[in-house]
Each structure stands twice: as structure tokens, then as C-alpha cells.
């Protein structure tokens, strides 16, 4: 089956996909991931990208509907993990329309709820290696040597938008741009929510349970 999970900034997206890839088989589509990359590479996307997200605001529908559609042709019959998008509800619309072009569909819609409060702590702690992308917590998941990615040996570095100017902002952006798809998914019927705090395995093992259904 492929799944969708969204929430806001910090709740675990990211943390959570990495697990299902790697004991599930899932591939993940993240459009932070591919954005990322593409700033990295210096690509005419990258650059352009690259001024939305240090602010902490959204890069445009159009750009990452593409991206997306994109991603999910490379697949072929693999299932697969959104994450991050959609983010807006034209984003969810295009999906569909993506989803219906390609005979496919999304089971659960996941919702990672995660209150504000711990959403701060969780972002301004991430810290992400340079090299491979591995995402660590100060305190939550630290690496074994301060700044050094015990996957790879690579750097490990705070994100432009985990400076607590950008993180408000993004968390601006997500109540009144993506807040919506809780509504749009309940209204599709795919909607199931997940309490995002606890351990990594405990949150893990609540998607776990979702989507053996
Ligand atoms: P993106 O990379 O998607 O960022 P995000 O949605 O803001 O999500 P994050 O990556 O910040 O958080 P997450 O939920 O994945 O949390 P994580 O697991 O890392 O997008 C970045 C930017 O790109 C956007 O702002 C926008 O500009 C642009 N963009 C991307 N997609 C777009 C779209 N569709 N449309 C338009 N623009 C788009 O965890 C965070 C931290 O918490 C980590 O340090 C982790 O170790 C820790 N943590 C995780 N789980 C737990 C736990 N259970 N307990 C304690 N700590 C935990």
C-alpha cells in the first residue's frame, strides 16, 4: 500500500519514513529531501528554491507537483511513502489527479501529531549530515562523536531553516496552509491520526499497527 505522512514541521516525517524504508521496503518521496539535493547540486530549481526555504515558506505547487509526479513514474510498482507533500490543498488535488493517471492510490492518509511545544525543542535540535543526510537529535538521537554522522563519518550541520526565525515561520506556514489536508482527508476517508510522542519505536510501532489493517 502507499502511504502519506504529513504534520507539521518536526513531527517525524522524516524520522519515521527512514524506518519504514528500511524495515518495510517502502521507497520514500520527500520533497524536502529532493529540494535539498537540488540546492546542493547548485541546480537553476536549487537556487531558486533555495531563497522560499531559508524563509521558512513554501516553494511553488507547480514546482513540486512536478517533482512528485516525477518521482512516482521512477517507481513503478514499489510502494511508496509521501512525505511533505502535498503540503497545500491544490498540492492534494494534483495528487490525485497524479494518482489517477497512474492507476494508484493512497491507503492512509497519516497524520503525526506532535504539539507545538515540543515542536521547537525537536527542531532546533535536528542536526543532519552533510554527506549522507542522516538526521540526528541533540539530545533524543545524538551522534556517537559530537558533529561527526556515526553512518558515514560525514559532518554534521544545523539547517537554514531549523534558525528559530525560519522554524516560526514555518510553523505559520503549516497552520494555515497545511492544517487543511486534515479536513480534505477526512473527507476522502483515508484520514488516520498518530500520536507522535514517545520513543522512535514507540511512534513507529503505532504506524506499524495503522497500516497492517
Ligand atoms: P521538509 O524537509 O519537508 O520539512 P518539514 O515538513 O518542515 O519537516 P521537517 O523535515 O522539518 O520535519 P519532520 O517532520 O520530517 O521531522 P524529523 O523526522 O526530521 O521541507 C523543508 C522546506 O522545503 C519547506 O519549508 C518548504 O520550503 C519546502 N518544501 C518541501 N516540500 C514542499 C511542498 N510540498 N510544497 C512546497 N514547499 C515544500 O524530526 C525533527 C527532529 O525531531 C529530528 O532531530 C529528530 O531526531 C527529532 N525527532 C523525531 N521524532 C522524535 C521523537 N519521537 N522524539 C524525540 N525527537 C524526535
Redesign the pocket.
Known sequence: MNILLF?P???????QSALLVEKDGYAHI????I?RAAIKNETPLGLEAKK??DK????PDEV?TGLVDEAISSLGQQPFIL?????TVV?AENLDEILKNKDKKISKAIFLDVDTNFLVK??S??RVCKSCGA???VD??PTKVEGICDKCSGQTYQRT?DEPSAINK?LEVYEQQTSPLKSYYIEVGNFVKVD?????PE?YGRIKELIEV
Open positions: 504534520g514541521p518536526g513531527a517525524g516525517k522524516g524520522t520527500s520533497t524536502g529531501d529540494l522560499q526555504i521558512g515558506e513554501l516553494v513540486v512525505d511533505g507533500f502535498p503540503r498540492q525537536r527542531l535540535g535536528r538526521s540526528y537529535h533524543a538521537s531553516d514555518r507522535g510522542l514517545g520513543s522512535f511512534v
